[in-house]
């Protein structure tokens, strides 16, 4: 490394006078080749007389090693070993990327296939419970999207269920799971409503036979769930986007399931989508955590996990 600085007059103002710092580095390959500016500026002091005083003569040179003592210091980072090998496990790992694009430019011509399907279906969780899903072959996918459903089916005060996306670079064996992705969802005390009679598939008005205000007269553009009495296949979520106070909510788009009367909603509902990427992993699962509240309040769920996967046809 190779500095050179060069001190020039920088013109006076009324009542200031100073020198202009240029320094260069022939060393700097990533601003490009040759000698780089790295420092291009004045330095200015106050004074009187004709010419500058002593003391502003030693502030302007202290201003100026400053600066490039400053420089020097982050300039021996740059070169400093450990730097240069942090730089190559980085580049290591996106290698991978890079040979993932290459794969992917040699079938950019080739037909892909996007499936979608359940892993499992809605199936319940007790309080301090741990459930999991079905594990996904990911080896052969360009992508794998996992789709998360769920919703608190107690009038019971919750302070979170933990969710978990792992995979698995192994394509059996339990001992390399590693977590992919972690959240929480599910706070508070979901609101317990029943249908007013039988709810037929294809309809975006709900009835409802609880006339206490409830969640029909809350902030609209949420989930609600509703459990079927009869199967708990039938189950699923609406979108909120209207209500008549005391009488039923509407839905953005219309069930896709009839339910009978007895069914209740609850307006404790979420849903997550994650992608895992080409190269993530031989496996993945989901895992629902519903002992993530540890003080004992906690209330029941329902959870359902799907799954959309891009192939080469």
């Not at 011509?109 to 741990?130: F, M, Q, R, Y």
């Not at 007013?196 to 029909?216: P, Q």
Request: overall charge negative; some cysteine.
């Amino acid at each position: 490394m190779a500095l050179t600085a060069i001190v020039t007059k920088a013109f006076p103002g009324k009542d200031t006078v100073g020198m202009h710092l240029k320094l260069t580095d022939d060393d700097r390959a990533d601003l490009g080749d040759g000698e780089q500016t790295i420092i291009d500026k004045d330095f200015m002091e106050s004074f009187s007389g004709d010419a500058p005083s002593t003391e502003a003569k030693v502030a302007i040179g202290s201003a100026m090693q400053a600066e490039i003592d400053n420089y020097k210091d982050r300039r021996a980072k740059f070169v400093h070993a450990v730097y240069e090998t942090a730089r190559s496990q980085i580049a290591a790992g996106l290698s991978v990327v890079l040979i993932m694009v290459l794969m992917l430019s040699g079938v950019a011509n080739a037909a892909l296939t996007v499936t979608s399907s359940v892993i499992d279906d809605w199936a319940a969780v007790a309080e301090g419970a741990v459930d999991q899903s079905t594990v996904i072959d990911i080896s052969s996918n360009y992508a794998t999207v996992v789709h998360i459903q769920a919703f608190l089916d107690a009038a019971v005060a919750h302070e979170g269920t933990e969710f978990k996306i792992q995979v698995s670079g192994n394509s059996s064996g339990n001992e390399d799971w590693t977590d992919y992705a972690v959240f929480s969802e599910l706070v508070g005390t979901p609101d317990a409503q029943t249908l007013n009679g039988d709810l037929a598939g294809g309809e975006t008005a709900i009835l409802l036979a609880d006339t206490g205000g409830g969640y029909e007269a809350v902030q609209l553009g949420d989930w609600i769930a509703i459990e079927d009495s009869a199967s708990a296949a039938a189950n699923e979520l609406v979108w909120r986007v209207g209500f008549t106070t005391d009488t039923s909510i509407t839905a953005l788009d219309a069930t896709t399931n009839a339910h009978l009367s007895a069914s209740n909603c609850y307006d404790i509902a979420m849903t997550r989508t994650l992608t895992i990427g080409m190269g993530h992993g031989s496996r993945a699962r989901v895992i629902c955590n519903n002992g993530y509240d540890n003080d004992g309040t906690a209330s029941t769920l329902v959870w359902k996990v799907g799954k959309t996967v891009t192939t080469e046809l």
